[in-house]
């Protein structure tokens, strides 16, 4: 049983910097394609980033392109998403997931993790 645990959110203002982790455990991370999504207050969880097994390849929602970043460290079973200039709007429960097929941006996903609270105020 593959088990993804998210770290890094908090309280930030705007304009400011934050660095979630996902650490997976129960199989080897490079199995997996990897995903970050979120959900906002009164609003469907919507993707944000996903990259390819070994990294190769990123795709981004266009409203965080530039300003977040995901990656992955396979030999840390970890992967990141860099967040910069962060608006109130991202303010949202993120969530990382890990898919056994090709890259997705839809949530077609196998195993999720349980989130981590991002607040961004203004």
């Known amino acids: 049983q593959v088990q993804l645990v998210e770290s890094g959110g908090g309280l930030v203002q705007a304009g400011g910097s934050l660095r979630l982790s996902c650490a997976v455990s129960g199989r080897t991370l490079s199995n997996y394609v990897m995903g970050w999504f979120r959900q906002a207050p009164g609003k469907e969880r919507e993707f944000v980033a996903a990259?390819?097994?070994?990294?190769?390849?990123?795709y981004y929602k266009d409203s965080v392109k530039g300003r977040f970043t995901i990656s992955r460290d396979n030999a840390k079973n970890t992967v990141y998403l860099q967040m910069n200039t962060l608006k109130p709007e991202d303010t949202a429960v993120h969530y990382c997931?890990?898919?056994?097929?090709?890259?997705?941006?839809?949530?077609?996903?196998?195993?999720w993790g349980q989130g981590t609270q991002v607040t961004v105020s203004s």
């Open positions: 990259i390819s097994r070994y990294g190769g390849s990123t």
């Open positions: 997931a890990a898919r056994e097929r090709g890259l997705a941006t839809s949530e077609d996903y196998e195993y």
